[in-house]
């Protein structure tokens, strides 16, 4: 209901947002001692309230709400896919079964990014029928679905930061102290 032009400026902010969110994202898991997949999972799940609004308000809402949640929700995307294709890549480095093999390395960056790729291909191709059948209230119900998704595949990564093994805590204590 925005013409061409309000439109493009409203979803060019969600691509904007993006930016930012990895900054924060690593800005903030660098101040919980590394803690990337806790600080990814309370992105994914601010963005989860965020899609719940949208899936009953997202046709309501006036261009200036939708710009700033839309900006805010690129930051809440953006952050935790940049920092799971930057940081995680630096993490895979310093792996044994890697160390000083490039050429390994670049290949196990690229299968994160295409799979990233894929994923968010496949669920594009979800969103016009869903749309059309069911509403736009429908694909913000199925993005609520893929996050949660998402999320639960890094739980045993979260727990694992959170509840860290005991020999792995002198460790974790370390990094909160730096």
Aim: proline share 4%; charged share 10%.
């Amino acid at each position: 209901h925005f013409d061409p032009v309000t439109a493009n400026l409203i979803a060019s902010l969600y691509s904007v947002g993006m930016m930012p969110g990895g900054i924060i994202v690593g800005y903030v898991s660098d101040l919980f001692g590394g803690r990337r997949a806790s600080v990814i999972g309370v992105f994914m799940s601010m963005l989860f309230v965020f899609l719940f609004v949208f899936s009953f308000k997202s046709e309501e809402l006036t261009a200036i709400p939708l710009l700033i949640m839309l900006g805010i929700m690129g930051i809440l995307v953006g952050g935790p896919n940049n920092i799971i294709t930057s940081a995680v890549a630096a993490d895979l480095a310093s792996h044994p079964s890697v160390r000083g093999n490039n050429k390994s390395l670049g290949t196990v960056t690229g299968l994160i990014n295409g799979c990233g790729s894929i994923t968010a291909s496949i669920g594009l191709l979800a969103v016009g029928p869903l749309q059309s059948v069911f509403g736009w209230g429908s694909v913000w119900l199925f993005l609520m679905g893929c996050t949660f998704i998402g999320t639960a595949l890094m739980g045993t990564k979260i727990k694992d930061e959170l509840f860290p093994a005991k020999e792995e805590y002198a460790e974790v204590e370390a990094n909160l102290a730096v």
